[in-house]
Each structure stands twice: as C-alpha cells, then as structure tokens.
C-alpha cells in the first residue's frame, strides 16, 4: 500500500539559500498522509466530521537532496504501522528518480475533545489495520 | 491611538529573491492588530472566548522596500475607522527610520457561528469606538 | 486572456476560526499568475534564469466567503494592465460556481541586483503587452 | 550552553484542530539555533556573510502537548554535538514549566556553492567546537 502524489513547488516555500525551506517537507508529509487516504477511500475531512483527528505526535525528516522553485515533487506515502490507536506513516520525496528525502509521522486517533480514540472498525481497511 | 510591535525576520519568511516573501507582511498585520488589543486592554484570545470573531474581510499591502533575513521591523498600527460591527486597521512597517511598506485590514465582527455581530459596549473602548 | 489553475486547500492552511488562514490567499495568487504565465508559454523560473524578478509592489484581496479545509479552489487569473516596466493581475477565487474572494497585485520587473528593468520584447507576448 | 528564545504563538501558527499546526514547530527551532548563536556572539546572517550556510539535513520533533494561540513559548536551544563539518541542536520547547515538545536538528556546514565546507576556527567556540 503506497501512494504517490503530486505537488508544485512554489516560491513561498524557498528561502534565500535558493532551495525550498525544510519545515515545507513536514507540510508535504500531510499532502501526502491525505491524499494516502483518499485514494483508499476516506477523505481525511470525513474522519472529523465523524467526530475523529488523527493528531501528530511526532514527525521526522532527513534531507538528501534540495528541492527548488517550481519543482514537480512526487510524495510517497505508504502505512508501517497502523492499530485501532495510532499510526505510523512513511514518506520518500522524489524529482523523476532522485530522492530528495525521507520522512516518518506517528498520530494518534483523538475525539473531538482532543482525547485518545480507537478508530472505529469501519476505517481500519483504508489504513490496512487487521 | 497607535501601538508599535516588533518581530524579527525568520528565515522562513525569505524566498530565493534574498528578500521577506510578501505574503508574510499579511502575517505581520496580524501581530500587529493583536499586539494593539493588547496594549489596548483586550488580548484577542479573551474576545474569542467571549465568543467572537474580528473576521478578515479586505487587505492590502504596498511595498516600498524590501525586508530582509534577520531585520528588526516595527509594525506600526492605528484604528482608521471602527463601529459595533466591523474595524478598518492601518499599518506602517519600519526597520529603524526606513519606511519599507504600508498595509490596511478591514475586518467584521462574527458571532461563533460565524454571522455578523455587534461588539458588546464593554469592548468599544478598546477600538475607539465612540 | 485568463487562465485557471487547482489547488486543494491543505490542513497546514487552516485556522482555528475553522477556515482558511487569509494570508493563504495571497501565496495563491502566486501560484495563478505563476501558471497563468506557464500556460502563455512562460515557466516563471525562465525569467528569472534570464536574468529578471518580477516584485510584487502591491496585493490586496478582498474575501468574500470563507475557503474550507479540503476544497477545491480555482484560481482565476488575469493580466489588468501590463508594460515593459510592470504589470498588474487580477484573480478571482472560486469553489465550484461561488466566488469565494479578489484580488489584484502589482509587480515591477526588475535585473539580478534588484533595480527597476525594461521586459526583453520577446516576453511581451506573455502578458499581452503591445 | 544553552539557551531560552521566547516567541508568541500567532494565528496564522493554528490550524482548524485549534492547536498550532505541527509543521510550525520545525520553523521555531530555527529561531532557537539562531538566537543561541547570536547569545553566543554570532548572528546568523553573518554566518552567510562570510560565506557558510548551515544546511539543515535532518529534522525531528515529538509532540507533548499542543501549544495554543497566543501562548508565549519558550524554546530552550542547546548543542548536542559539534564538529567543523557539521553539528546537531537538541530543543524542548515549554509554555511556563509545561514541556510541549522535543526536536532536535543534525546541520552540515556549506559553501556559497552548496558544497560541503569546514567551518573556520574563530567560530568554533560559537558552538563549543573544541
């Protein structure tokens, strides 16, 4: 299960070293985690309208190669870990077949009170929980 | 009725022209506004928690000089107009005695549904509002 | 001469009025002017290889309903008015049929070090400058 | 070494879950590692001046409790490991005695060209490189 999606690079996103600013990976990260999701079937607003949040608790990155202005990225995301409550994703950024960086986010199902959850069954194929 | 504040320049805020991105002046009024409330009495926090909102409904922004990675600017800001429903804002941005743009916000109160309100009395104070 | 460009508003846009933060606005007016040229044959990064910024002297924005998490939104965009010397944009966002918001910006071309330059002839067509 | 940056969470830092946005975090690490340097006499643009860039090659934060709008928080910046190739930041981030979160950052030290550099002797101290 993994999903590639696409962005732009825009040039609110570069600095001026004349590459794009690292914290924007942790943005692509969720372009990625949600677009992971639609393609399996759950657009992420439709989990909080169902009363859920999936709450990062840590977000990672390794930097390899510079992104730059109006680049096409490819984010992809894939599941290394997913239970009832919490999970983890992985994302490799590419321009063509360079890989540009990796990345790691670990969430937690939160309710609408911001408090621990457990995903109801009916979501647990769109992260491949078994 | 004028408040001074001041931020500093990240460099997440630049682009690879080797200036502050325009965007981030609009960010800038913001703190601008907020730090006016303040001084004025009134932390923007405590109006939403009584359960409003100063909703953006116009900005503009001239740039006059470019801002740069690490400047001290100083957001000058000034009510230009204010009722029981909705403010004008003006800003002028310094780094030191060098003007380098000027802004204006427009803004509505809205009530937590996000419909049009009028301020409590217990407010206007704060605003000028007369 | 108009172009429209998708985006899809990411969480990161948010805020917590439960709408899209309004400086978001003004980086999309980047990505329509940035597309709009790319589609009249000029990738923005070409200019600026050939030796030219195109600054943004001012931006306003008018908002007129707010933009949601998750939406679609396009980004309508046109040359206003247009010289050797600058150019002016307007933009029109939408979600399906409802006009969420305008804008316009007012750019100057300017050389490498940043001072004030004459668009080479064989750009002009882009913008429609005659 | 180490050292305590303040900064107040802004608007435009929250997202629609009502807590600031996770990507925010990975920007005020900047401000950490900057404000420890110039504490320790050494803007960072003077860095740049002299012809080094402090390219960020890896990023990482947990996420303890969320931090709010309006909040003043400190960013508590120390150095983990220095060398003249390269050097790796560890930052808690606290509102009041609260901790928040962890991150830490690993930089290499490069030229003007974007090429691997050894930082020159009369900064080694800056960042206890002994």
């Not at 079937?41 to 992104?67: H, Q, T």
Request: net charge neutral; charged share 30%.
């Amino acid at each position: 299960m993994t999903h590639r999606a696409k962005i732009r690079v825009r040039y609110a996103e570069t600095d001026q070293m004349g590459v794009v600013y690292h914290a924007n990976y942790v943005i692509w990260m969720e372009v990625g985690r949600v677009e992971f999701a639609r393609a399996a079937g759950l657009p992420y607003k439709e989990l909080e309208s169902a009363g859920f949040f999936m709450a990062v608790i840590e977000a990672n990155c390794r930097y390899l190669a510079p992104a730059l202005y109006d680049d096409e990225i490819e984010i992809e995301t894939r599941v290394d870990k997913a239970t009832p409550r919490g999970i983890e994703f992985g994302y490799t950024f590419w321009r063509g077949d360079k890989k540009l960086g990796e990345g790691s986010t670990r969430h937690l199902f939160l309710s609408k009170e911001l408090r621990p959850a457990r995903l109801p069954a009916e979501y647990h194929s769109v992260f491949g929980i078994t």
